[in-house]
């Protein structure tokens, strides 16, 4: 993924996407645009804990709590100029929000990190309240502060994946960033794998059990048939009420990165959501 953009592959997989051309290039642009800011923070994990985090994984602790990764405010200020950067020369209506993040940023009546942190932590609620007082959309700037977070989250999680395995790690959510994944993946040998949208990890997990709550009992979880679908399939969790999709490399090929399979199977989650 060095060289070839994203981009350049989307042209490939538009016909199976029900999203409008233009909002779906500026999409996949803001992937290629993170991609590359993530590119500066490689060097910072160069030294990970990998005992530690072994142990943790076998604890159930996801990566980023047994480092503990701190994000510092520089760096998550050098992410959120390429991020807003992006925003304000292609999506207009991102221009007066962060115009108005920009000058609180500034004056020092909202800080970065300690939204990022609250974020991460689970506590919107402080990231609304930081919203409403500067009179922004709270999703706008949590939208913001995610899109911006992400990027050191795809250094680590890159460095990570390439100095340990996570063959110890049995959970559905995520080992690195610990977050959820309603994306699975079977590689061409058939091994089945979830993937994260949020940090790009990757990690094998069983064909058939739910990501979410673990169930593995064959009557409760069923596949939706989708019509007109051949490349993806679309599963239900009757346990815990969650879906997910399932990318087949054994038919689908691996021309196409696994960064934009969730793009690729949106249609998938428009039914889904369509059926709750
Ligand atoms: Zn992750
Ligand atoms: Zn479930």
């Known amino acids: 993924m060095d060289k070839v953009s994203l981009k350049d592959k989307l042209k490939d997989i538009k016909p199976d996407i029900p999203i409008d051309e233009d909002s779906l290039l500026k999409y996949v642009e803001l992937l290629d645009v993170q991609y590359n800011t993530s590119l500066q923070f490689s060097d910072k994990f160069k030294q990970l804990p990998l005992e530690e985090i072994q142990k943790g994984f076998a604890e159930g602790k996801p990566a980023y709590l047994s480092v503990p990764l701190k994000i510092e405010e520089e760096d998550l200020l050098a992410s959120?100029?390429?991020?807003?950067?992006?925003?304000?020369?292609?999506?207009?209506?991102?221009?007066?929000?962060?115009?108005?993040?920009?000058?609180?940023?500034?004056s020092g009546e909202i800080k970065l990190s300690e939204l990022s942190d609250?974020?991460?932590?689970?506590?919107?609620?402080?990231?609304?309240?930081?919203?409403?007082?500067?009179?922004?959309?709270?999703?706008?700037?949590?939208?913001?502060?995610?899109?911006?977070?992400?990027?050191?989250?795809?250094?680590?999680s890159r460095a990570l994946s390439g100095e340990t395995d996570f063959s110890s790690w049995k959970s559905g959510r995520c080992p690195v960033c610990g977050g959820p994944s309603r994306l699975e993946f079977i590689d061409e040998e058939g091994h089945s794998h979830l993937k994260c949208q949020f940090c790009g990890a990757e990690w094998s997990y069983p064909e058939g059990k739910c990501p979410y709550c673990g169930n593995e009992e064959s009557e409760s979880i069923i596949e939706i048939p989708v019509k007109g679908e051949d490349k993806f399939r679309l599963m239900a969790c009757y346990k815990c009420g969650g879906y997910w999709k399932i990318v087949d490399e054994r038919k689908v090929g691996t021309n196409i990165p696994r960064s934009l399979y969730d793009i690729w199977s949106f249609r998938l989650d428009l039914l889904a959501s369509g059926q709750k």
Do not use: C, M
Request: proline share 6%; hydrophobic share 45%.
């Open 80 to 106: 959120y100029k390429a991020i807003i950067s992006f925003l304000r020369e292609n999506i207009p209506e991102t221009v007066e929000p962060i115009d108005k993040i920009e000058a609180s940023r500034e």
């Open 118 to 156: 609250a974020l991460f932590a689970g506590n919107e609620e402080q990231v609304h309240e930081a919203a409403e007082k500067i009179q922004v959309d709270p999703e706008v700037l949590e939208a913001i502060l995610a899109w911006s977070i992400q990027p050191i989250f795809e250094a680590f």
